[in-house]
């Protein structure tokens, strides 16, 4: 039958086909709308004639369908209000990734979250960015609103080379800044512009950085990770290496800085093999106990692409980030970028040049690294007070720290910690399956992630969720 689906008031497909007959398919695909959410409660059906005519089938088909769920409790009909989707919660589908699993092995949601990636969402500075919008839209020249360039708006560019440089160290030219959407959109192009070969990725890192990475047809190859960063001096040893994705100031997960002799390493092969470090800096200006360490890229902005992204300094919804390019990079990415898959927002562009311009990014930055420094200290004081067998480590800047467990207790301990409704990743969560077996456990707790007035309870059902030491007991 050539109409078998129909779209009315919302983004509804209904698909007919299947066993059964037509009335059998139409019940399953009401089914499956209202259970999976497409249609929430309340929604107002179409009339049997309407939906009928729409579909192409008999109005009593219709008509006995809507009877039918009526009485099983999907829908309901009253005179004069139509056909709507019962008010009732009916089982709905939970995207996977935000599961835990309780006591009966129902999914639920959980009530705190110390997961790494995210900051505190509900800081981000509303009222301070409505007035830089307000005064980036007033000054913006027309063509602003038109398709732009892939290099990115030129207010925004002009002033990032100006807070790198000041702030991070980085040697920036505007030419050589590209904006994008976000962190991964910058890894995926420059993955792309370097072809063929290889891509060394630390042992430990993200496991969506080294699909990106795949995608773009690239192998990888892991680069060992300890307590004093990656170890960029077997860079040397490894075949058809083209880049190294390193996060020098603040390895994530670990929580480690790149030692200043590893550094001079990865530089000095990249000058060696005409290679490229691929300088990941996602929160190197939350610093606590010391100056911030310096962006790589001030080593060597000819051989190290420096990006950055407002993530983790603002908020991930903004889609924003940048990348610094040495000088032969530049053409390959812009000619990727300016095949129009690939273009960034320019009104967001725009409000973050006159935010940074006016100094409201730099209050920011203050205010929320007091805001997670006294996170932080609540964390290890609190681990010192109730589990002092536990270690933490990789507190000297960023959003997380990792608590070190005893073998083979880490994943007993995340189950621990979802009976008490807080989602925790453990450090083998992110180790390079193509690595070396690691036997270190532990767990990466963000201090970073949750509001204000939910931090003391999550971090409570933090502790209760740690095993008992004798220094505990």
């Not at 695909?29 to 497409?38: E, M, P, T």
């Not at 000088?327 to 927002?345: C, I, M, N």
């Not at 800047?397 to 990792?402: E, R, T």
Request: one cysteine or more.
């Amino acid at each position: 039958m050539e109409n078998s689906w129909a779209t009315f008031g919302r983004d509804l497909h209904l698909d007919l086909t299947g066993p059964g007959g037509l009335r059998a398919a139409l019940l399953r695909a009401l089914r499956d709308a209202v259970r999976s959410g497409r249609l929430a409660p309340g929604t107002r059906l179409p009339s049997s004639r309407s939906l009928a005519a729409d579909l192409g089938i008999a109005r009593n088909t219709v008509a006995d369908a809507y009877a039918e769920l009526v009485a099983e409790g999907w829908l309901s009909a009253r005179q004069g209000s139509g056909t709507r989707v019962a008010q009732r919660a009916l089982p709905r589908a939970t995207p996977a990734a935000r599961r835990t699993h309780g006591p009966a092995g129902h999914a639920e949601r959980p009530r705190f979250d110390l997961t790494p990636g995210t900051p505190d969402v509900s800081a981000f500075p509303r009222t301070a960015w409505l007035a830089a919008a307000r005064r980036a839209l007033t000054t913006a020249p027309s063509e602003a609103f038109g398709y732009g360039g892939p290099s990115g708006r030129p207010e925004l560019r002009t002033v990032l080379a100006d807070y790198l440089a000041r702030a991070r160290g980085v040697r920036a030219d505007p030419d050589r800044i590209v904006i994008c959407a976000g962190f991964m959109q910058g890894l995926a192009l420059l993955s792309r512009a370097l072809g063929t070969g290889r891509l060394a990725v630390e042992s430990y890192g993200l496991d969506f950085h080294r699909a990106v990475i795949t995608r773009a047809g690239l192998g990888t190859v892991p680069l060992p990770v300890d307590e004093r960063g990656a170890r960029t001096g077997e860079l040397a040893t490894l075949d058809d290496v083209r880049a190294a994705l390193l996060t020098p100031a603040h390895q994530f997960p670990t929580g480690v800085p790149l030692h200043p002799e590893r550094r001079a390493a990865a530089v000095n092969w990249a000058r060696a093999t005409g290679g490229f470090i691929l300088e990941d800096d996602y929160d190197g200006e939350f610093r606590y106990d010391r100056q911030p360490v310096g962006a790589l890229q001030g080593l060597d902005a000819d051989h190290v692409v420096y990006l950055g992204t407002a993530s983790k300094s603002l908020a991930p919804a903004l889609r924003l980030s940048w990348m610094v390019l040495p000088d032969r990079l530049v053409d390959p990415v812009l000619a990727l970028k300016g095949t129009g898959e690939w273009q960034s927002g320019a009104l967001d562009q725009l409000t973050l040049a006159e935010f940074l311009s006016s100094g409201a990014y730099d209050r920011h930055l203050r205010g929320m690294r007091l805001r997670y420094r006294r996170r932080r200290d609540q964390l290890v004081a609190a681990l010192a007070d109730r589990a002092p067998h536990v270690h933490v480590s990789g507190i000297a800047a960023g959003l997380h720290a990792v608590l070190e467990l005893p073998s083979g207790t880490e994943q007993s301990i995340i189950q621990a910690a979802r009976w008490q409704g807080l989602a925790l990743e453990g450090l083998s969560r992110f180790h390079d399956p193509l690595a070396p077996l690691a036997s270190r456990d532990a767990l990466v707790v963000s201090y970073g992630t949750p509001p204000d007035h939910s931090f003391a309870s999550a971090l409570d059902a933090l502790l209760r969720a740690l095993p008992p030491g004798e220094a505990g007991r």
